[in-house]
């Protein structure tokens, strides 16, 4: 038996992990002298699969030899080429097919989520989010609100108790309780991109429906990251972007789910054009609007091939895998990161994600006390990228698609110098 705080250990496990081979289908930054850095920031930008730049290319290679017929001719005709992600894309979030389709960004579908699903009348027009909900989400609600002849004022703020980081699920139940009749939307973000809590979503539904209100869930973090059973869980919509652990490049676009029960609701309030219109009858051009069943009847506009294809080629590679043995590997990795965290024992820095692995992802948030941004600093300096959240965070994700035990030995290490030395 190997220690387990050790090199040679950490070593091992690369070795019996049969996922360690992927990395190599991954570009891996480097510093200046050649050496590869400690990536552990999938979480805000993932890193680029070798193969993106071959799709990419196909699709500018036809584009150059075929002009316009690309919509029909190109080896992947872009006339239907979002269909070509769907069914990936829906195994990933747990999903049916026809739950499930990529368009626009994510702040944008959320907006237009918002169109259909928050329907607030002079009794029924409050929102929930979690207190400390991504900037982009609670400014998307707010004005929302506005929109609407209410104000900022009516968000509701489902906050940590004192002295405590995370959410509690029996908090939002009284919430809920408690001012349901008020309420018409839950829009929580299913992992949360400070703490990396990652919420029951099941229950979230449960509550929410209990009082009538619609269910909303800002999949950013995790999708492909964690398993969230968008179908089972039972939520109304959700929407997530593709550049964080889905590693289809900066502001690449985004995923929508909305749930079977409303596939087939053509009176849901929706905005339109051409792209959600039947397809069948699209390029007739002088058709009444004709709105397409489930989410594709939210799509707008006929969608950037370019960036798609760099949606394909890792949901391509996402598909060889599976998230159930990703999954897998994320626990171990993200346990031994944070056994390794542990055993420091520093009073310098706390874990502030929940350590139940079924209540995170794969990323830690390193709570550093005095709020001392010099420790995010230094370890940059040492080819550690992670990233500072104010007010006193560190986060650190250890992706199971190109991270390996050594990177989370390596970076502990490091860290665990500079924590002694201080
Ligand atoms: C990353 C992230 C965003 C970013 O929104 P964009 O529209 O893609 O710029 C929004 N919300 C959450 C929860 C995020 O994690």
Redo the contacts with the bound molecule.
Sequence with gaps: MLYQNSLAYATQQDSEDSLSHLRNRFHIPKDKNGNDWLYFTGN?LGLQPKSTNEYINQELEDWANLGVEGHFEAKNPWLNYHELLTDKMAKIVGAKPNEVVVMN??????HLLMVSFYRPTKEKFKIVIESD?????RYAVESQLKFHGFSEDDVIEWKPRNHEQLLRIEDLKTIVAENGDEIALLLI?GV??YTGQFLDLKKIAEIGHSKNCIVGI????GAGNIKPNLHDSGVDFAA??T??YLNAGP?SL?GIFVHEKHAKNKELPRFAGWWNHNKATRFNMRQPFDVMEGAEGWQLSNPPILSMAAIKASLDLFDTIGMDLLRDKSKKLTGYFEFLITEINSKNIKIITPSNPKERGCQLSIQVKNADKSLHEKLTKNNIITDWRDPNVIRCAPVPLYNSFQDVYQMVSVLKDLLQNE
Excluded: E, V
């Excluded at 909900?133 to 989400?137: E, M």
């Excluded at 800002?218 to 973090?221: F, I, P, S, V």
């Design positions: 805000s960004t994510l702040t944008t579908n959320l909900a991504f900037p982009s989400d973000g949360n991109y800002d999949l950013a973090h997530w972007c550049y964080k502001g985004a």
